[in-house]
């Protein structure tokens, strides 16, 4: 692959064959604080602005990272309980993850969203973190009982 990743907090896409790959550790890098000095053609944030102080700076400072034309991919929890990794702070329904990515710079039309949870789900977690198994878990979504918001979007291009 010739695209350059950086991933923020985790390293799942590090043997994926991107050209050049980056991981920056949550909470060590403030991502709130300033972009890197460098663009790259994917940034993919997973269970991150959710502890984020100041998400809108982030995320202007993913858009500012992200050449012409490149992505951002985004996931958080909605409906999960507290988990103060240090901090825990925001929850995004798909509408506002979209519109709070259009307020960071992304186009509107560029963005897209899903999401998927459902009320088995979201009671096991309150209990516990639950670790899925086939044989018991059901994955049936429920749009209503969002337990995780996705979002992709493209920085216009150039």
């Known amino acids: 692959c010739s695209s350059d990743l950086i991933e923020i907090s985790g390293r799942t896409f590090a043997s994926f064959g991107f050209a050049r790959y980056k991981t920056l550790g949550y909470p060590e890098f403030d991502l709130c604080a300033a972009p890197l000095d460098q663009t790259v053609d994917l940034i993919i944030a997973e269970q991150v602005f959710e502890h984020l102080l100041y998400p ?10 992200l050449r012409p034309g490149g992505w951002f991919l985004i996931s958080v929890p909605f409906l999960v309980k507290v988990h103060g990794y240090p901090i825990d702070c925001t929850r995004w329904t798909e509408l506002g993850l979209k519109h709070f990515l259009h307020e960071c710079g992304f186009p509107l039309a560029s963005i897209k969203t899903a999401a998927w949870g459902n009320r088995a ?21 429920e749009p209503e009982f969002p337990y995780h918001v996705w ?3 493209q920085r216009a291009p150039s």
Do not use: E, S
């Open 56 to 65: 809108y700076r982030a995320g202007r400072n993913v858009y500012t990272m």
């Open 121 to 141: 789900c979201i009671l096991a977690n309150f209990a516990q973190w639950v670790v899925y198994d086939p044989k018991v878990h059901d994955l049936t979504n």
């Open 151 to 153: 979002a992709l979007a």
